[in-house]
């Protein structure tokens, strides 16, 4: 006798609020009217109709997934009158199901892998980690936090999960070394939160950004005028922080001096370039 009935169900109970009894008179026959569901049911059969009462209820719990993102089921319930032949009718129950925060985000990838110069800038990107949540409404917002293992050099961003270097870096392998392992959380917005883990392994590549050192500075060496070519007279030694650092050495020809005991420049003579008289 109504054109559509409407409810409500949640997914942790059976019980519809409010309750639907599906009514209809034919005042036409004698016969007794029966109800039947014809259309719209779970594979499952969640809903059930009294075929005598018309009353309608769940026989088990339904998901906010199982209505393809809409949110709600419409049943198409019959009532026949169950003439020769017989007569009927059909009306639409409508059941929204209220989501609850049952699902916890879930990482696309659960172990996530990311490389980055020692010399990157703040705002580099690094990796991006990604969470969905199956949940409806806020119940399915994902946010992400790092919980351990920045060491403050890395920061994942709040909406998107972006993973980029910090403000304030300091990624200088020699002092913090080469590898990372984060811990990133996505939680979502439903009341309790729920939350999924995600692994992240940054690895960080060495530049060559340092300078190579002496042992000493500088090397004094004394020799006599008589000394021959080709003898050994000092070895020096430079040390180079940048990992797989191969060091060659060279005498720039532009930086050789030489002085007389009283500290006056000399110069070459015609047929001796003292600039050649040393080599490394």
Same mark, same amino acid.
């Given at each position: 006798?109504?054109?559509? @009935?409407?409810?409500?169900?949640?997914?942790?109970? =059976?019980?519809? =609020?409010?309750?639907?009894?599906?009514?209809?008179?034919?005042?036409?026959?004698?016969?007794?009217?029966?109800?039947?569901?014809?259309?719209?049911?779970?594979?499952?059969?969640?809903?059930?109709?009294?075929?005598?009462?018309?009353?309608?209820?769940?026989?088990?719990? !339904?998901?906010?997934?199982?209505?393809?993102?809409?949110?709600?089921?419409?049943?198409?319930?019959?009532?026949?009158?169950?003439?020769?032949?017989?007569?009927?009718?059909?009306?639409?129950?409508?059941?929204?199901?209220?989501?609850?925060?049952?699902?916890?985000?879930?990482?696309?990838?659960?172990?996530?892998?990311?490389?980055?110069?020692?010399?990157?800038?703040?705002?580099?990107?690094?990796?991006?980690?990604?969470?969905?949540?199956?949940?409806?409404?806020?119940?399915?917002?994902?946010?992400?936090?790092?919980?351990?293992?920045?060491?403050?050099?890395?920061?994942?961003?709040?909406?998107?999960?972006?993973?980029?270097?910090?403000?304030?870096?300091?990624?200088?392998?020699?002092?913090?070394?080469?590898?990372?392992?984060?811990?990133?959380?996505?939680?979502?917005?439903?009341?309790?939160?729920? =939350?999924? =883990?995600?692994?992240?392994?940054?690895?960080?590549?060495?530049?060559?950004?340092?300078?190579?050192?002496?042992?000493?500075?500088?090397?004094?060496?004394?020799?006599?005028?008589?000394?021959?070519?080709?003898?050994?007279?000092?070895? !020096?030694?430079?040390?180079?922080?940048?990992?797989?650092?191969?060091?060659?050495?060279?005498?720039?020809?532009?930086?050789?001096?030489?002085?007389?005991?009283?500290?006056?420049?000399?110069?070459?003579?015609?047929?001796?370039? @003292?600039?050649?008289?040393?080599?490394?």
């Amino acid at each position: 006798d109504v054109d559509q @009935y409407q409810t409500f169900a949640t997914e942790s109970d =059976t019980e519809l =609020t409010p309750n639907v009894t599906v009514k209809a008179v034919d005042k036409e026959s004698d016969f007794d009217v029966t109800y039947s569901i014809i259309g719209g049911n779970t594979p499952d059969n969640a809903f059930a109709i009294d075929p005598m009462t018309g009353y309608f209820y769940l026989t088990k719990t !339904v998901n906010y997934d199982q209505t393809d993102g809409k949110g709600f089921f419409e049943l198409r319930v019959q009532a026949s009158d169950n003439g020769s032949p017989a007569q009927t009718a059909e009306v639409v129950v409508t059941v929204t199901v209220r989501d609850e925060n049952d699902h916890a985000p879930e990482f696309k990838n659960t172990v996530l892998y990311g490389t980055v110069s020692e010399v990157s800038p703040p705002g580099t990107s690094v990796v991006s980690v990604t969470a969905t949540d199956l949940d409806a409404g806020q119940n399915g917002v994902v946010n992400y936090v790092v919980q351990s293992g920045a060491k403050d050099n890395f920061h994942v961003d709040f909406d998107t999960g972006l993973v980029t270097v910090a403000d304030g870096a300091d990624l200088d392998i020699e002092r913090f070394g080469d590898d990372y392992r984060m811990i990133v959380y996505g939680f979502d917005q439903g009341s309790p939160s729920l =939350t999924g =883990t995600a692994e992240v392994l940054i690895t960080v590549t060495d530049a060559n950004n340092k300078l190579p050192v002496f042992l000493e500075d500088p090397y004094q060496v004394s020799i006599l005028e008589s000394t021959a070519p080709d003898t050994p007279i000092k070895t !020096v030694t430079a040390n180079d922080p940048d990992t797989d650092s191969s060091i060659q050495y060279t005498i720039p020809y532009d930086s050789i001096e030489a002085k007389d005991k009283n500290g006056n420049p000399l110069t070459s003579q015609v047929n001796f370039d @003292y600039k050649d008289a040393f080599r490394v």
